[in-house]
């Protein structure tokens, strides 16, 4: 989503529905990636920011109105963007060949999707090739194909991906653990904190009189 207010340019990105516990990003900031493909899509010298959108699965560009419209020809011309509609809340463009949150690519370059919800993704495929995650890459994502763990790469983009050798039944998850427990880590501070501001909590003769009456 992009906004503009007086001299300045906003942009959130947003996938649709909130994060479950299982899910990787907590509060990732932006791959340095993605925001200069959207500030050279801005400047329109962004030639290839479609293609980078749609590797990290980003289907859509919306501009909030007031929409500036040197703004908007800009995108319109820029290339790799489709008007989708303009209405008075806005307008909406769809990234060209973006692809799913998790893809398969063959040997001749085409791509795929992989049935996938919130906290994994499995199927089949057919050749050798490339599994490609559209999120944020870190160490916590596990592939298996047939049974039998693969290595987890990075792509030039940034992105969590798998080399498949041969076909077979994949299997996608994210390890979670560490993230839950930072999350419990948290939740146990600040309960601990709440605890050690109730009177109960302190010594009796820390706590002021007027709060013992």
């Known amino acids: 989503m992009v906004r503009k207010n007086q001299e300045q340019l906003k942009y959130f990105i947003t996938r649709g529905s909130d994060l479950l516990l299982g899910e990787p990003d907590v509060s990732s900031k932006t791959p340095e990636i993605v925001h200069t493909s959207i500030v050279d899509l801005f400047n329109g010298v962004g030639v290839s920011s479609s293609q980078i959108l749609g590797f990290y699965g980003i289907q859509y560009v919306f501009m909030k109105d007031p929409a500036d419209p040197a703004l908007v020809r800009t995108i319109d011309g820029i290339g790799g963007f489709t008007r989708s509609s303009a209405t008075k809340d806005g307008v909406i463009w769809k990234v060209n060949n973006s692809h799913a949150r998790v893809s398969f690519q063959n040997v001749k370059g085409q791509h795929f999707p992989i049935n996938s919800n ?3 993704a ?6 050798s ?3 490609i995650i559209a999120e944020s890459f870190d160490k916590s994502w596990r592939l298996l194909l047939n049974g039998v763990a693969v290595p987890l790469e990075q792509n030039e983009f ?3 991906v798998f080399k498949i050798a041969q076909p077979g039944e994949v299997l996608i998850t994210h390890d979670g653990t560490a993230r839950r427990g930072w999350i419990s880590l948290q939740l146990i501070v600040i309960i601990s904190v709440i605890i050690l501001a109730l009177p109960a909590g ?5 706590v002021p009189l007027e709060e013992l009456l």
């Open 118 to 120: 919130d906290i994994s």
């Open 122 to 127: 499995n199927g089949y495929v057919s050749s």
């Open 129 to 131: 090739g490339t599994i």
């Open 158 to 160: 940034g992105l969590p």
């Open 202 to 206: 302190r010594r009796r003769k820390e």
